[in-house]
């Protein structure tokens, strides 16, 4: 059904509500017709008024329908648009708001690392009488870093309900609580004498974080046009890099790294939080979600009239009809259920190997610990901090470079390029800090492979698992994808970050190249596996799918009049269809 045959039905319908209410009947036909509906007495003044409110109704409803007709323009249905104002303004605020919170949270703990610690010792000393171990402290801190990623995994895991429940808008706006919360408890930490304040709200500032990662990619993937999907799903790791880099300036001893500092330095996130409340309630939900979820057609062509320029809004609402068509005996999935859906268990995978790949490329040490590789380095300790700092820039330079060239290279382009470059200097640093001790030069050659590292991650790996995981997903399987993804996604970041100081003491140098394995590894799967998703719709990426699930059912098959598509939960298998093969055909 077309965009005009549903804008008429809804029209229709409205009239014949309208005439049944205001009784338009009895004026024509008399009073038969109330005994017929039920009534006993009518004033006929308020029946004309009555009227005149339902006509009303009725031009308000022409005027929608009138909208609606100017926006269909005769197109090639292709389904493109110009970036607008709307699409830019709603990706800067929501990725400043919440994504750039997540780079915040990831270098905050790393400058003031010995006032924490001596903040912990001293709390303990005074309630206790004695002081903390070194053991017992670095615990203590480690729990602080890495209770983090235990918030943001109880976040990825119910960011499934709270995006079907609140839409993805919705969801953003109202988990900003936890913001305002955790900013409280930490600002106030030291004030009253509680280590636990700091811990737990390093725990709700993860669980915001756990939901953001998810949310933010799935509602700019979903409101942006399939031209554009990728440059605004890269903007979210632009601002985390962004965030990155704030900590790393406001860490400076001549801002907010001073040791009376700290809490403030913990709490400052409560500031683009706030601007972001304040901004982007005023923005449509995501089309997709009011039109597939909630069957809205009005809202959704007031989103999309909203969100682009002059293109084919019929094309694009039809193209989302078939996809609610696709799914129309197929409810949203839970995890459970995705992970037994074999239609769909290639892009499963993929969700799993590059979510856990992207954390334990070694990118979360690299953050949490850049002083302490910087130190080992040889770099003098008054140099270390601006050191740091001007990795930052490195990290928006990368995004930026990743963020306008991902439409043109591809999403498979730059994630083989960014692991790859990450296994190389991961693997360069196990070099330069074995061979510093002989050669004064390799710890510059290591500080160069921290900025390798970080380089090849913002380009690619920082902000592509996220998008491609809504790319190879519909609508019904997007929520429990998200949740798999950011879930893996945040054990993994867990582990790197409660391991890793252990792994550097008993392994030293040759810790770096568990993670050049695991980035080698990944590229490796992601040129074999994962085919190019840009400037495709979310129908096209699933029947591409569809079709590589079919050919390998079907290598086992010994006739080839027996080959047949399976059906797959409407994506894009066909039933009672044969296939023909040519020599070309490769499957990875």
């Not at 399939?226 to 890099?241: A, E, T």
């Not at 893996?488 to 003491?505: A, D």
Request: net charge neutral; hydrophobic share 45%; with cysteine.
């Amino acid at each position: 059904m077309t965009l005009r045959e549903l804008v008429i039905r809804d029209l229709w319908t409205s009239a014949r509500h309208a005439a049944h209410n205001s009784y338009i009947l009895n004026l024509i036909f008399g009073n038969q017709w109330l005994l017929h509906a039920g009534y006993y007495s009518y004033d006929r003044n308020c029946c004309v008024v009555r009227i005149c409110f339902d006509l009303l109704l009725l031009w308000i409803r022409y005027q929608n329908c009138i909208m609606a007709e100017e926006i269909l323009l005769p197109s090639s249905r292709k389904i493109t648009s110009h970036l607008t104002g709307s699409l830019l303004a709603v990706a800067f605020l929501t990725s400043f708001g919440s994504s750039m919170l997540y780079g915040y949270n990831l270098a905050v703990v790393n400058s003031p690392a010995a006032y924490i610690k001596n903040f912990y010792n001293k709390t303990v000393l005074s309630r206790n009488g004695t002081g903390l171990s070194e053991e017992t402290l670095t615990l203590m801190y480690s729990l602080t870093v890495s209770v983090f990623a235990i918030g943001g995994l109880l976040g990825s895991l119910i960011v499934g309900m709270l995006v079907s429940r609140f839409g993805r808008k919705g969801t953003v706006v109202n988990t900003t609580v936890l913001v305002f919360i955790a900013g409280l408890l930490m600002g106030f930490s030291r004030i009253c004498g509680s280590p636990e304040m700091v811990i737990f709200g390093r725990f709700i500032t993860g669980i915001h974080s756990g939901i953001s990662l998810s949310v933010v990619p799935m509602y700019l993937g979903e409101i942006a046009p399939k031209n554009l999907r990728g440059f605004l799903g890269l903007v979210p790791s632009i601002f985390i890099g962004t965030g990155v880099f704030a900590a790393q300036i406001l860490g400076l001893h001549e801002l907010l790294g001073k040791e009376e500092y700290w809490p403030l330095f913990l709490s400052v996130v409560v500031v683009p939080t706030f601007i972001q409340l304040l901004l982007l309630p005023w923005f449509p939900e995501s089309p997709r979600y009011l039109l597939i979820e909630k069957n809205n057609i009005h809202a959704t062509i007031t989103a999309l009239k909203w969100y682009r320029a002059k293109c084919d809004i019929q094309a694009e609402i039809e193209e989302m009809q078939d996809e609610q068509r696709s799914l129309s005996s197929v409810e949203t999935l839970s995890v459970w259920n995705l992970l037994l859906d074999n239609s769909v268990r290639w892009q499963v995978l993929s969700v799993v190997v590059i979510n856990i790949g992207m954390q334990l490329s070694g990118i979360d040490a690299i953050w949490f610990y850049t002083n302490d590789i910087f130190e080992n380095a040889g770099i003098p300790a008054p140099e270390i901090q601006y050191t740091t700092a001007g990795t930052g820039i490195i990290e928006i330079i990368a995004g930026l470079i990743g963020c306008f060239t991902i439409e043109k290279l591809g999403r498979r382009h730059l994630m083989i390029g960014g692991f790859t470059m990450m296994g190389i200097c991961s693997a360069g640093i196990t070099l330069a800090l074995i061979l510093q001790a002989k050669l004064l030069v390799m710890r510059y050659v290591s500080v160069c492979c921290v900025v390798g590292i970080i380089a090849g991650f913002c380009i690619g790996p920082a902000g592509v698992p996220f998008l491609i995981t809504a790319e190879l997903f519909k609508q019904s399987h997007r929520p429990a994808a998200y949740i798999i993804g950011g879930s893996l996604n945040w054990l993994s970041n867990f582990t790197v970050g409660f391991v890793f100081p252990f792994l550097q003491m008993s392994a030293g140098s040759y810790c770096y190249l568990v993670f050049a394995t695991v980035c080698f590894s990944v590229a490796v799967y992601v040129y074999i596996v994962i085919p190019e998703t840009k400037n495709k719709t979310f129908m096209e990426i699933s029947r591409m799918f569809s079709k590589k699930e079919a050919i390998l059912e079907t290598q086992g098959l010994t006739h080839v009049d027996q080959l047949k598509l399976k059906k797959m939960n409407g994506y894009g298998g066909l039933e009672h269809a044969s296939l023909d093969f040519d020599s070309s055909t490769s499957v990875p």
